[in-house]
């Protein structure tokens, strides 16, 4: 019992000691805006990749007609080397960019997603990949928010970006660290059949803002929230539901941060905002044509002096064949400062719109389709840490 004792004691004293990482140099988390001057940002990782197993949130299918008939279905377990490798290359590059222009980068930890999850609520036979970490995590003013997370494979993916929150949150002591509270995930969180609307069935709800998942805990993912200073704005989705909205609106409420719902009626399984809604700059946004917020949001923007530009259609509207996400990859544009812009190097039109119509002085091309695979590109691939803004009000 005695070494017992002091073995906790150890452990304490220990945790009271500031310990540096050796990138945690004086660091601050700090990120308002979509358009500060980008400082330090986390970049995705692809290795270990496995498919999304079917589940209630998400029955995946093969874009492929071809490949479709000869696997017949949804393939199980890990994505081949050559997948994985050629999204690390692209990854490796973005990084190699970033830190070209001064922004200090970090990597999730690399981890074994082949591991089923077992919880007394739900199972699945793999989780996913660290590709995406905009879905799991955001910076908002100075706290860092974990999402709750909607699909089962992705419930611990969080886990591999800890160790840079534990850094971070040692290294800054103005740092909040809030975790959204781990959903069960349970069957009645799901609302199955959704899955079984037709096309015209969803037309006629979207008005509603019903998806595949319900309102009986608070779900949502990162990438539904756009920040613009002291205003956020979060899409109800396929993983985010009121309730999720709810909760961040009292968390963040007594800091002075106002929480809005953003919706958009004609996508008719919406997930993540950042190919649909793309804030540019201090009353700049780039639209989805096909997409359009919904009139009353939109004249909240509008009487706010915000301006909408549409993107065109993508130059490449090819999807890979597992990818999950649409044709408006092209459009998961990164801004890393107030006139700079990362675009994926083959949409060429966005390059011109973002020069001449939008006042971007510096747009960076990259090669970034081996990751359409993962279901994001440039934005979804990154979590900004930290920027250089502050809480400005554009919604006075
Ligand atoms: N669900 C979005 C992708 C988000 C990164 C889309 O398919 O357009």
């Known amino acids: ?59 995946p299918e093969i874009n492929d007609p071809m490949l479709r008939k000869v696997l017949g279905e949804w393939p199980r377990g890990r994505k081949s080397q050559r997948c994985v490798d050629a999204a690390n290359e692209e990854l490796d590059n973005l990084v190699n960019v970033l830190e070209g222009e001064g922004v200090k980068t970090l990597r ?3 981890m074994d997603w082949s591991q089923p999850l077992n919880t007394p609520f739900f199972s699945v036979e793999n989780q996913y990949v660290a590709c995406c970490v905009r879905d799991t995590i955001i910076t908002v003013g100075k706290t860092a928010i974990e999402a709750t997370m909607s699909r089962r494979d992705r419930y611990f993916e969080i886990l591999a970006v800890r160790q840079i929150l534990r850094d971070l949150w040692r290294e800054d002591p103005e740092m909040l660290w809030k975790a959204a509270p781990k959903p069960s995930m349970a069957d009645d969180m799901y609302n199955l059949s959704w899955w079984d609307w037709t096309e015209k069935d969803r037309y006629e709800h979207m008005h509603k803002y ?33 309730a999720g909205i709810e909760w961040l609106r009292r968390e963040l409420a007594p800091q002075g941060i106002r929480v809005h ?43 706010n002096g915000w301006d909408f530009v549409d993107c065109g259609q993508p130059d490449n509207p090819e999807r890979p064949a597992f990818s999950q996400s649409s044709k408006w990859l092209s ?16 949409e060429k039109g966005l390059q011109e719109l973002l020069k001449h119509r939008c006042g971007f002085e510096t747009v960076i091309p990259v090669p970034f389709r081996n990751v359409f695979e993962y279901g994001g590109s440039l934005h979804c691939s990154t979590w900004d840490t930290c920027r250089e803004d502050n809480m400005v009000d554009l919604f006075p």
Not at 287 to 298: G, K, L, M, S, Y
Request: with cysteine; proline share 8%.
């Open 1 to 59: 019992w005695k070494g017992h004792r002091s073995f906790g004691t150890e452990v304490n004293h220990a945790a009271a000691q500031h310990k540096k990482s050796p990138k945690a140099d004086g660091r601050k988390l700090n990120a308002w805006t979509q358009w500060g001057e980008l400082k330090e940002c986390v970049v995705g990782v692809a290795d270990n990749a496995c498919f999304p197993p079917v589940q209630p949130a998400m029955i």
């Open 108 to 110: 999730p930890e690399v």
């Open 210 to 242: 019903q998806y595949c998942i319900t309102n009986e805990e608070p779900l949502f993912d990162a990438a539904d929230i756009t920040r613009c200073g002291k205003d956020i704005f979060v899409q109800p989705s396929m993983t985010c539901n009121y």
């Open 261 to 303: 719902s953003a919706h958009f009626p004609y996508d008719l399984a919406p997930s993540h905002i950042d190919c649909t809604f793309v804030v540019l700059g201090p009353r700049l946004v780039l639209t989805n044509p096909e997409r359009p917020i919904a009139e009353r949001d939109a004249a909240f923007w509008k009487e």
């Open 331 to 346: 459009m998961n544009i990164f801004v890393i400062g107030p006139s700079k812009v990362i675009v994926e190097e083959q």
